[in-house]
């Protein structure tokens, strides 16, 4: 499993993982502008023949990373892929000291990974994805 940073032609099956996995509509651009924004922010898992996984975050200060998605592919979860995406994305931001994020209340599976990787639900935000339904803002602290 190689861990390295997303290419443009990476792009495919980056959405293909996503429409399988979200109920959310994410455009193809959504991807491109995170990942122009912040390329070193846009990590994928490589099986050496596909793409199994990503994550994209972003330092939203200068101690603060900010996860916005992180997904695997189906037939790979539960092997330590999302945790291996997770790890690099922190190491590879500095001097990060905490990390955010929101999840789908309904996610219990995401996070049930977030509390096993040492994330705590630090507040209720009502109303937060389009379709209306509530997520927790989880927290993950460093130090």
Same mark, same amino acid.
């Given at each position: ?12 099956? #980056?959405? %293909?993982? #996503? ?12 991807? @491109? ?8 922010? *846009?990590? #994928? ?8 996984? *990503? ?9 603060? @990373? ?31 000291? &905490?990390?955010? @994020? ?6 219990? %599976?995401?996070?049930?990974?977030? &509390?096993?990787?040492?994330? #705590?639900?630090?507040?209720?935000? /009502?109303?937060?994805? /389009? ?13």
């Amino acid at each position: 499993m190689i861990i390295r940073e997303f290419e443009y032609e990476d792009l495919q099956q #980056v959405m %293909e993982i #996503v429409y399988s996995s979200f109920e959310e509509y994410y455009t193809s651009d959504f991807f @491109l502008t995170i990942w122009q924004a912040s390329p070193d922010g *846009f990590i #994928v898992a490589d099986d050496g023949e596909k793409i199994v996984g *990503f994550v994209m975050g972003v330092m939203v200060d200068v101690e603060t @990373l900010r996860i916005l998605m992180i997904c695997v592919r189906e037939g790979y979860r539960n092997k330590g892929i999302g945790s291996e995406l997770l790890k690099h994305i922190i190491k590879k931001s500095g001097n990060v000291r &905490k990390v955010r @994020l929101e999840v789908k209340m309904s996610n219990k %599976e995401a996070i049930k990974f977030y &509390k096993k990787s040492g994330f #705590v639900i630090k507040e209720t935000l /009502p109303d937060f994805y /389009p379709d209306g339904t509530d997520a927790y803002l989880m927290e993950k602290s460093l130090f």
